[in-house]
């Protein structure tokens, strides 16, 4: 595909908008109107003389040369930033790393670790339940819970992690639910269905509340087990306990900035 008469602004909110889904997130997430995404994606599928979406009252649904667009410009994404940074910026390289709620939050305690001091990368974390695509260049490093199957991904195993019922003492004998798509929060709705003290859809707010004393949260043992006031109210949950896996891609784990950021992650989190 011949991106030589597009702009590379008009490509990186492309970007935006092929990974966020559509108009209205991708304007959260660049800052830029609604309207004004879709006048320039318009523009860009002029320019290329290519259509990238199709669109529909739910969202944008890309097309197969969109796709293939995507991947393309994600591996030179990383190269282009670097060079138009500003003196200073382009010393340290940017490295995108996803990795669910309670994983994120051990990262960012240790950010310093992760960074060196004094800082060499650039870190941007992500914070997702769903699993950002690493094929296509969305993030460097993600923190998985199974082995990566794709070929073209590699893997370190870190260490296990289980699930366990924690509460301040004298809290309410009742669970805080989580709404979200994840094996802790399925397993809790099959056990409780809506008998909840109160239910969140972001994973964090449970353990917000059981710090307040409101009720039972399902914690990753490395959290609940570093809160003070917090206690365990049962065993771990073994259908709960799984594998955690670093991953990345075949061609970029050999990078410096990659590697050296690997390491140090693993030196955070574990390894088996």
Same mark, same amino acid.
């Given at each position: 595909?011949?991106?030589?008469?597009?702009?590379?602004?008009?490509?990186?909110?492309?970007? @935006?908008?092929?990974?966020?889904?559509? #108009? /209205?997130?991708?304007?959260?997430?660049?800052? &830029?109107?609604? +309207? *004004?995404? %879709?006048?320039?994606?318009?523009?860009?599928?002029?320019?290329?003389?290519?259509?990238?979406?199709?669109?529909?009252?739910?969202?944008?649904?890309?097309?197969?040369? @969109?796709?293939?667009?995507?991947?393309? #410009? /994600?591996?030179?994404?990383?190269?282009?930033? &670097?060079?138009? +940074? *500003?003196? %200073?910026?382009?010393?340290?390289?940017?490295?995108?790393?996803?990795?669910?709620?309670?994983?994120?939050?051990?990262?960012?305690?240790?950010?310093?670790?992760?960074?060196?001091?004094?800082?060499?990368?650039? #870190?941007?974390?992500?914070?997702?339940?769903?699993?950002?695509?690493? +094929?296509?260049?969305?993030?460097?490093?993600?923190?998985?819970?199974?082995?990566?199957?794709?070929?073209?991904?590699?893997?370190?195993?870190?260490?296990?992690?289980?699930?366990?019922?924690?509460?301040?003492?004298?809290?309410?004998?009742?669970?805080?639910?989580?709404?979200?798509?994840?094996?802790? +929060?399925?397993?809790?709705?099959?056990?409780?269905?809506?008998?909840?003290?109160?239910?969140?859809?972001?994973?964090?707010?449970?353990?917000?509340?059981?710090?307040?004393?409101?009720?039972?949260?399902?914690?990753?043992?490395?959290?609940?087990?570093?809160?003070?006031?917090?206690?365990?109210?049962?065993?771990?949950?073994?259908?709960?306990?799984?594998?955690?896996?670093?991953?990345?891609?075949?061609?970029?784990?050999?990078?410096?900035?990659?590697?050296?950021?690997?390491?140090?992650?693993?030196?955070?989190?574990?390894?088996?």
């Amino acid at each position: 595909m011949n991106e030589t008469n597009a702009d590379w602004g008009d490509l990186r909110l492309f970007l @935006a908008v092929a990974r966020e889904g559509g #108009l /209205s997130p991708a304007a959260r997430a660049t800052g &830029r109107s609604a +309207a *004004t995404l %879709g006048r320039r994606m318009l523009a860009l599928e002029r320019s290329l003389g290519r259509e990238l979406f199709i669109r529909h009252e739910r969202g944008y649904e890309m097309t197969a040369e @969109a796709r293939q667009l995507v991947e393309e #410009l /994600s591996q030179i994404e990383t190269r282009i930033t &670097r060079l138009t +940074a *500003t003196p %200073g910026e382009a010393e340290r390289p940017l490295i995108k790393v996803s990795a669910g709620t309670w994983t994120t939050l051990v990262l960012l305690d240790n950010l310093d670790e992760i960074t060196g001091a004094p800082a060499d990368i650039r #870190l941007r974390f992500i914070s997702a339940e769903s699993a950002l695509n690493i +094929a296509r260049r969305e993030v460097a490093i993600g923190i998985r819970n199974a082995r990566p199957t794709d070929t073209s991904l590699a893997g370190r195993a870190l260490s296990r992690v289980e699930f366990a019922p924690y509460a301040k003492a004298g809290a309410p004998d009742r669970w805080i639910k989580v709404m979200a798509d994840t094996p802790s +929060a399925r397993w809790l709705d099959k056990m409780i269905g809506t008998d909840a003290v109160c239910e969140v859809n972001a994973p964090r707010n449970s353990l917000d509340l059981a710090l307040a004393g409101k009720g039972i949260a399902l914690l990753p043992t490395f959290i609940g087990d570093r809160q003070k006031t917090l206690r365990q109210t049962g065993g771990t949950i073994p259908e709960l306990s799984h594998d955690r896996w670093i991953v990345t891609h075949q061609d970029d784990r050999h990078l410096p900035e990659v590697r050296s950021t690997i390491d140090r992650l693993c030196k955070v989190l574990g390894r088996r």
